[in-house]
């Protein structure tokens, strides 16, 4: 844990996991590897006696040494290098010679990796926050740590590592942040993301990112009014909480996992007039304390029947 605190962390995020080179171990070893090699900061280096002004999201390298750093060969090294560079994932400044380098400049870097750094450096300790403690019951178990760096990155999931086809099985070219869509997404995250906005007082943009959950719910049959219902029924639970609040989000609001239960409850709570949330507890339906009344009368009402068997009125129907 010591070393962990004094050498830092990178954002990685398991969409990762979906890019096409996935499957190809030395491509796959060689991205993570300039992932974890980029600098955080600007600075001054020393790479085969040339002295370099490294800016933050550059790797000053070379297909030799990140063959040797990665365990494959020099020529899947420079052809890595080569297909990063196709994608649109990094841009190369290479000089050749005796004392040749390679500049290696990850796109989007400061966007990707701005999440921590902005908030956390390796110099102060870097660490993930642990999942609030103090939290309504039932929502510590579907809120996991993790989404406390996910705050702090908030649409940039997808920025570095595009998301980029087999050519073979899909001719739809790579598309970026405001490129066209291969396929037409569902109408209506706009007038979401509007609505969102307006009731959580947030400020998300219509970005790909944000639109992602939204588009995928309305893509599986629920509409506008449903998402909607949602925003609304967890913005009275949950925003009077400073832990939870901050869980209105596109990401967990409309997630594969929780949207339907969320639907659901909504829904209920819709039909019973919309009870506002006061410290936790639903107006109008407070919990029965064990030392109230009615909690009192009911536990009469057992002892007798215990005793003297059940008793029926006159208008008792068998």
């Known amino acids: ?49 040339n002295v370099l002004k490294r800016k933050r999201g550059q790797v000053v390298t070379s297909a030799r040494q990140l063959a040797l750093a990665c365990g494959v060969s020099e020529d899947s090294a420079r052809r890595s290098l080569e297909y990063f560079e196709r994608e649109g994932m990094v841009n190369l400044f290479t000089k050749r010679g005796a004392r040749g380098y390679s500049l290696v400049t990850l796109t989007n870097y400061d966007d990707y990796q701005r999440g921590i750094t902005e908030t956390y450096s390796a110099g102060f300790d870097a660490d993930l926050k642990p999942a609030p403690a103090l ?12 989404y406390h760096a996910e705050l702090h990155a908030e649409d940039l999931n997808n920025k570095t590592i595009k ?3 087999d050519p073979v099985t899909n001719s739809c070219p790579v598309s970026g942040e405001t490129g066209p869509h291969c396929e037409s997404e569902p109408a209506g995250a706009d007038v979401v993301i509007d609505h969102m906005n307006q009731t959580t007082g947030s400020r998300y943009q219509k970005k790909p990112t944000s639109k992602k959950p939204i588009n995928g719910r309305l893509s599986e049959g629920f509409t506008v009014d449903d998402l909607r219902l949602v925003v609304d ?3 009275e639970h ?9 869980y209105l989000r596109p990401a967990t609001l409309f997630g594969t996992d929780k949207f339907n239960g969320y639907l659901m409850a909504a829904k209920r709570w819709n039909d019973i007039g919309r009870p506002r949330c006061i410290n936790g507890q639903w107006e109008g339906f407070e919990r029965k304390q064990a030392g109230s009344q009615v ?13 003297h068997g059940p008793a029926y009125d006159d208008n008792t129907q068998f």
């Open 233 to 235: 029924f967890k913005s």
């Open 1 to 49: 844990m010591a070393e962990n605190k004094r050498s830092g962390f990178v954002l990685l995020y398991r969409s990762v996991q979906d890019a096409p080179f996935k499957q190809q171990p030395e491509r796959f070893c060689v991205w993570i590897h300039l992932l974890m090699e980029a600098g955080f900061e600007a600075t001054e280096v020393t790479f085969n006696r």
């Open 135 to 146: 939290v309504p019951a039932g929502d510590a178990a579907e809120l996991g740590a993790d």
């Open 295 to 307: 909690a009192q009368a009911q536990a009469q009402s057992r002892a007798y029947q215990a005793e």
């Open 163 to 165: 998301q980029v086809k």
């Open 238 to 246: 949950w925003g009077e909480n400073p832990e939870m609040a901050q």
